[in-house]
């Protein structure tokens, strides 16, 4: 039937046509999007924690090109950039123009919900879960997190830590104490474990974070630390980085992809990645793993909320 004899004019009959053919193309888009046998990498510069991103950036390059030419055929490519800020990195990936990731766990938490749940890739040191301790001297006044108030600490600046923040903020919200900024008189970083340590360890400085597995490898090397110094807090376990696909990838090149990093190590190029991740390999497990993480997230994420509403009322 004639759609004039409908009352429908023929500016209207257009702008029906044109929305079909619109919905059409979209529904085509999202397709191709789920064909795409070349996965699109990227990975968060907040991963590296310092390390320099000009020779990670030519590692993963080196590496992606030996995965395509041991498996005959290109299944990933990097983005131009290969590491990019975290606001471009969450942008691309709701855009479908990033179909792989490797993200810090504040990262991830904003990413759950469009990630593949069967095909988180860890490190396999972190598969478990990893925890921070906060250490101080045994001939210290210090005896619980309270007695803190008003300390110098000093941390680990290394990737594993990138969730401290988080930690420290929910421990001192959990026992009714302010959040770090207020609460600690001074907080400083460093790359090296001995610069974390020994400044505790002399009384030169209050307390120090870092991760329990680095602890507990230099007190292997000095056992003299570990008389000297206790742990007076220690985390949950924790993920603090993952890599993850979205949802509607292709799956056979997620499972080529994923076979080529749990290889990783048999490539030149993917040694490098290894040694630049300090990792021996890589783990697939189910999104499931991060819940725990994920909850310590979600509740520093509602007290910088409240933070952030107190200062704005206080303006």
């Known amino acids: 039937m004639d759609p004039l004899s409908k009352g429908i004019t023929r500016r209207q009959c257009l702008a029906m046509m044109t929305g079909a053919a619109a919905a059409t193309l979209a529904s085509s888009l999202r397709l191709s999007a789920s064909d ?5 990498v990227a990975i968060s510069i907040q991963t590296l924690a310092g390390a320099n991103v000009t020779d990670a950036r030519a590692a993963y390059r080196v590496w992606l090109r030996e995965v395509a030419m041991q ?8 983005i131009p950039e290969i590491f990019i800020p975290t606001e471009d990195l969450i942008r691309g990936i709701r855009q479908d123009t990033i179909d792989c990731y490797g993200v810090t766990a504040l990262e991830f938490a904003k990413l759950a919900d469009i990630t593949d749940p069967d095909s988180l890739v860890l490190q396999d040191y972190l598969a478990d879960g990893m925890e921070y301790v906060l250490l101080v001297h045994n001939a210290s006044q210090f005896r619980t997190i309270a007695d803190l108030h008003g300390s110098h600490i000093v941390s680990h600046l290394h990737r594993d830590m990138v969730l401290l923040p988080a930690w420290l903020g929910t421990m001192l919200a959990a026992n009714g104490l302010p959040q770090p900024d207020h609460f600690f008189s001074a907080r400083t970083m460093s790359d090296k474990i001995n610069q974390v340590i020994l400044p505790v360890f002399f009384r030169r400085l209050d307390a120090a974070c870092l991760a329990r597995q680095s602890w507990e ?13 206790r742990a007076l807090a220690i985390s949950p376990k924790i993920i603090p980085i993952v890599f993850g696909f979205r949802r509607n990838t292709n799956a056979r090149s997620r499972k080529t992809l994923i076979d080529a990093i749990q290889r990783i190590s048999s490539v030149p190029g993917g040694q490098q990645i290894v040694e630049l991740y300090q990792s021996r390999s890589f783990v697939v497990r189910p999104i499931s793993v991060m819940s725990p993480t994920l909850e310590i997230v979600r509740q520093f994420e509602h007290l910088s909320a409240q933070q952030g509403g107190v200062r704005k009322g206080q303006q």
């Open 217 to 229: 490898t230099a007190v292997e090397l000095n056992p003299q630390l570990g008389r000297d110094l």
């Open 36 to 40: 795409r046998t070349v996965l699109r």
């Open 71 to 78: 498996y005959s055929a290109q299944t990933a490519e990097p």
